[in-house]
C-alpha cells in the first residue's frame, strides 16, 4: 500500500511537471553551404540542412526545444531564436559576442530554446555578420492541446517569410560596405518564403503558389527578415484581419495591407471570398532613407476548382514606398487581445525610467583611408550617443566570470547631451558619437519604461528596435520630441501590443514598459542591419534576485570559446 502511495505521488509528480512546463522536443541543425539559383545566376549560400529558408520548428506553448546545432559549414556561425524569452537562460540566446562564441566551423553547440507564455508565430536566424540573409526559419508555438484561437479556426496555416537577395556573395556586400564606409549596396530582390516571385527576371518558376478552397479561412504566419526595410503586404481583392503579433494575440482588426519591421511578426486571417481565380499576394519595401531598390516580390493565390484562369493574376496596389502614414498608422493599430482567457500585465507604475537617442551619425576618416560616407566620413550609429563596439569574448561570459575590461557599465540612461533632437538641421557638432562597449545594469524585478528618441542627425529614419529575453508593452508613441511632462497622461495602460520588436517612427518617439525578472545578459538594438553593423546596440545586464528561480542556470558544458 505504502510503494503504491509513492508510486502514485511519484506519477503525480513527473505528469504535473511535464504539463506546467510542457514537452522536450529535439531538432537538428547542420549549417551547411549550398549551391542557389536565383534571378538568373546562382551562387553558394550558407544554410540550414541544406534548405532555404531553413526548417521550420513546430512546438507549443511552454515546450522546450534542444536544437544541436552542427556546423559544417565554412564560417562561424551563432543562432538566435527571435522573440523567445528564454527564461534564466540566456546562454542559450545566441547573439555572437554577447551571449556566446561563435560556433567555429566543425564543431557543434547544443542550445535550449525554452519557451513560456510565446504563442503565435516567432523565428529563428543567423545572429553574426550578415547571415541571417539566407539562414533563417519560422519558429510555430501553438496553443496547447485541447486549446481553441480566440479567431475562426484556419482550413490551413501558411508561414510568409519575407526575405531579401543579393546576387553577389553576402561576405561581399558587407566587406565592400564596411570598406568604403558609404552605405551597402541594393539587393537585388525581395523574397516570399525563399522565391523572388514572377515580377523579376528568370523567376517564372521560382514564384510561392498557395491552393485556397472557396469559402475557407486561411492564416498567414507572417515574418519579416528582410534586412533592410520595413515591408508592405497586400493581397489583391482580399482583406487581412491582424490577430496576432510577436508571439501574442491581438485584438483582431482588419486591414488593406499589413507593415511589418524586419523582426517582427504579424499573423492575418483572410477568406477565399472573392471570384474564383489567381490573385498575386505582394509585397515591397517602405524606405525614407539609404540605398534600396523599389522591387516587388510575388506569390500567387490559387483558387481551386473549374474555372479559366487569367493569363496574368491581378496584382494589389501597395502603398507608395515613401508612405510614413500607412506605415506608422498600421503600427498604431495594433493592441493587446487582453481578455480573460488571454490576460495581460501592463506595469502600471515605473520604478526606473530610461530615454535613448536613436541616431545615424558619422566617423572621421583614418588619415591612411579613403571613406566615401558623408563629409568622405564613414556612416555610423549610436544610442544615446554610444557606437557598440564588439567585445572580444560575450559579455555574458565576462559577467558570469567577472572578468574585467570587457565591457563597462556606463551606458547612459538619458541623453548625454539633451537638444532639439528632432529640428530640421542638427549642428554638424552633435553628428560625432562616441566608441564603448557600455551596458546599462538593472536591478532584479525592477519596471522599466523605456522611450526610444529618434534623432534628425543626417536626416531621420524609422529603426525597428529590438530587446532580447523580453516582450515589452508599447505604451506610447508620437511624433518629434518626447515630452515626460505631457506625453504620459496619452499612454495606453489598458491594451497596449506586447511586441518584441517596434518600429520607433522616423523623428518620433516609442514608449516600452517591460518588468526585469529575466536574469541575464540581454541584447537591444536595431533590427535593421546596416545600422546594428555601424553600431545601434547595447545591452542590458538584468541582475538576479534573491531567491533560486531568480538566478540564471549555469552554463552548459559545450558553451563555444573565442
Ligand atoms: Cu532578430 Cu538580435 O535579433
Ligand atoms: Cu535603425
Redesign the pocket.
Known sequence: MKFLIVYFSLLFFICGFVAVHGKILRQRFVLQDAPYTRLCGSKSILTVNGKFPGPTIYARVGDTVIVDVINRASENITI?W?GVKQPRNPWSDG?AYITQCPIRPGTNFSQRIVLSDEIGTL?W?A?IEWF?STVYGALVVLPNLGDQYPFPKPAAEIPIILGEWWNSDIREVLREGLQSGSDFNASNAFLINGQPGDLYPCSNSDTFKVKVDSGKTYLLRMINNVMNNIMFFKIANHNLTVVGSDAAYTKPFTAEYVAISP?QTIDVLFVANQQPSHYYMASRPHNVAGNFANTTTTAILEYTGNYTAPSSPLLPTLPDFADEVASDSFTARLRSLATEAHPIDVPQTVDKELLFTLSVNIFECALNETCNGPLQGRFRTSLNNITFVQPRISILDAYYNRVNGVYEEDFPQNPPFPFNYTMEFVPQLLWIPQNGTEVRVVEYNTSVELVFQGTNILGGTYHPM?L?GYSFYVVGRGNGNFDRERDPSSYNLVDPPLQN?IAVPRNGWTAIRFKANNPGVW?L?C?LERH?TWGMEMAFIVREGKSQDAKMLPPPADMPRC
Do not use: E
Open positions: 538566435h527571435h547573439p523565428w536566424h545572429h541571417r523582426g529590438h532580447h520588436t541584447l538594438h533590427h546594428v
